[in-house]
């Protein structure tokens, strides 16, 4: 509430705290910027003509902050004119009172104010809902493979370092066949979990396919990145699950890529360093004793990898759209 008359601005504090709002007073329009440069609210209320800053020119430089880019927004005036109610509403305000209006008329003005307010906070509860079903996996409540290639390719064009890491459940087909899909799905579920504990806020995890993860680390070195990896490994190879009568545990393979060590890289191109970086590890680890210069990569994975970030992009683009 701004109102530089304190008899009448103690009047409409007191009205509107009866129909259930806490407020905050200002006396002019400086006083109330500041207090706007620390807080958001729910509803402005202001008067129009003040020293120091106006209600016209306070409305444009509120609506000139993110934060109140939305806030509703009530003008006071003592003025009647057209031309007043017009320029109030062109420069930001939602809607106005004149000061000669009943105490009926102000609630049912500021009732409408908390009604559309009410709203809009169901409207974006739903929005940020329906977002997180568009971005997230539902089984492990991880990223999806498409919000993850849209992040990642956001963040390359920023010309931002990123470390991508693949990693692969190993013989979990084997899981699935033994003891069946639920069982399988409770493992996933379980990692997914363990993987948004045991990140950090600004590290992006998604579910990559059926039992493959995808980790996109920002600010670490590769040596960093790496003992992040083996830690993450670790841990997960020491979860064991009871099914049934029996007790299990999965291992998993990495690959590992940094976009600072690849000329202009593209997805595509960190995807198949990580993919070539994981079959090497798997084909490594089943054959200890040979040289690990014999592994020979498949190399129509690349195609398909190429395939799969362009078909995730254009589903981006379209969701976008």
Not at 62 to 71: F, I, K, M, P
Not at 97 to 125: C, G, M, P, T
Not at 213 to 227: C, G, H
């Amino acid at each position: 509430m701004v109102e530089d008359n304190e008899p009448y601005r103690h009047y409409i504090e007191l009205l509107i705290r009866r129909l259930g709002f806490d407020t905050t007073t200002c006396s002019d329009g400086a006083e109330a910027m500041g207090v706007l440069q620390e807080r958001s609210f729910d509803v402005l209320v202001v008067d129009c003509e003040m020293p120091i800053l106006g209600g016209l020119e306070l409305i444009v430089d509120v609506r000139g902050q993110e934060r109140h880019a939305d806030t509703y927004a009530i003008m006071l005036t003592g003025r009647d004119d057209v031309e007043t109610k017009l320029s109030a509403l062109r420069l930001g305000y939602d809607d106005f009172l004149v000061k000669s209006a009943n105490e009926l008329e102000i609630a049912a003005k500021i009732s409408v104010a908390r009604r559309l307010v009410s709203r809009h906070r169901r409207l974006d509860a739903a929005v940020r809902e329906l977002q997180g079903l568009a971005t997230r996996d539902e089984l492990t409540g991880l990223f999806n493979r498409r919000h993850f290639f849209a992040e990642a390719n956001r963040m390359l064009h920023e010309g931002t370092t990123i470390n991508l890491v693949l990693l692969d459940l190993d013989d979990f087909k084997r899981v699935n066949d033994t003891h069946g899909h639920l069982a399988g799905d409770r493992i996933l579920r379980d990692i997914g979990s363990l993987f948004q504990r045991r990140t950090r806020h600004e590290d992006l995890v998604a579910r990559y396919g059926g039992d493959e993860f995808v980790m996109l680390i920002q600010k670490l070195s590769p040596a960093e990145v790496e003992t992040v990896v083996a830690r993450v490994a670790s841990e997960i190879g020491s979860v064991q699950w009871t099914i049934g009568t029996e007790t299990l545990g999965v291992g998993i393979t990495t690959g590992f890529a940094c976009s600072s060590l690849i000329p202009h890289p593209t997805i595509a191109q960190l995807l198949s360093a990580c993919d070539r970086d994981l079959y090497k590890n798997k084909w490594t680890r089943k054959h200890p004793d040979l040289d690990p210069s014999l592994y020979d990569y498949e190399s129509s994975r690349d195609g398909k990898l190429v395939d799969l970030v362009s078909m995730s992009e254009e589903a981006a683009r379209k969701l976008e759209g």
